[in-house]
């Protein structure tokens, strides 16, 4: 098993920036490729970003490439997710998420990721 908490979360006005931290524990030791999906109020849940094990691979939504960056710290078993240039179609609870399926099929119709944070809201004012 493996737990997943997220944080960082909050209120920011358009334009702002706020970092998201995952933290995993566990079995950390199964190498997962980590990531994020968000869902905004009314809106299916969807994929935003994934990193591999070793951080040599990343995966985005196009609608946040250039404004949100993926990275992760396997000696503190975290997660971040950078996000900057936020706006209002943002505004979404979102989740962390750890499987060991390749990251480029994380965006594909009914995945079954394997490990869910509970989520962590991020609101955007305009």
């Known amino acids: 098993q493996v737990q997943l908490v997220e944080s960082g979360g909050g209120l920011v006005q358009a334009g702002g920036s706020l970092r998201l931290s995952c933290a995993a524990s566990?079995?950390?030791?199964?190498?997962?490729?980590m990531g994020w999906f968000r869902q905004a109020p009314g809106k299916e849940r969807e994929f935003v970003a994934a990193?591999?094990?070793?951080?040599?691979?990343?995966y985005y939504l196009d609608f946040v490439k250039g404004r949100f960056t993926i990275s992760r710290d396997n000696a503190k078993n975290t997660v971040y997710l950078q996000m900057n240039s936020l706006k209002p179609e943002d505004t979404a609870v979102y989740y962390c998420?750890?499987?060991?399926?390749?990251?480029?099929?994380?965006?594909?119709?009914?995945?079954?990721?394997?490990?869910w944070g509970k989520g962590t809201l991020v609101t955007v004012s305009s």
């Open positions: 998420a750890a499987d060991r399926g390749t990251i480029t099929a994380w965006d594909t119709p009914y995945y079954g990721i394997t490990y």
């Open positions: 566990g079995r950390t030791s199964s190498r997962y490729a």
């Open positions: 990193i591999s094990w070793s951080g040599g691979s990343t």
